[in-house]
């Protein structure tokens, strides 16, 4: 499975972006049942947790990000989605999607970028 993340890119606070994950590779009956998630990584810190999705779609939200960005999944196109809102310049870092669970091999992610 290979893991692509798209749709990051610079931005003012207060804007907003949609991020997109696709699990190419996988299979319908491989990817529906994995609990997903966001992560994002600054440079020389570790990975954090963003958001997470269950296999029936319940959400989670780190507390830094909750009201602002939304999850979905859409398991027919084995996509996960971040809707970002209302972005802040502590928002910007490399944003990673990967299953909770049994992880598959971390993809190039996304830059995500707010200044102004």
């Known amino acids: 499975v290979q893991l692509q993340a798209s749709g990051g890119g610079f931005v003012h606070p207060g804007g907003s972006l949609r991020l997109s994950c696709s699990a190419s590779?996988?299979?319908?009956?491989?990817?529906?049942?994995?609990?997903m998630a966001w992560y994002r990584q600054t440079p020389g810190n570790q990975r954090e947790l963003v958001a997470t999705i269950t296999s029936d779609r319940k959400p989670t939200y780190a507390d830094s990000v909750k009201e602002r960005f939304t999850i979905s999944r859409d398991n027919s196109r084995k996509t996960v989605t971040l809707q970002m809102n209302n972005l802040k310049p502590e928002d910007s870092a490399v944003y990673y999607c990967?299953?909770?669970?049994?992880?598959?091999?971390w993809g190039k992610g996304t830059q995500v970028t707010v200044s102004s």
């Open positions: 590779g996988s299979i319908f009956s491989v990817f529906a049942p994995k609990h």
């Open positions: 990967n299953a909770m669970t049994e992880p598959w091999p």
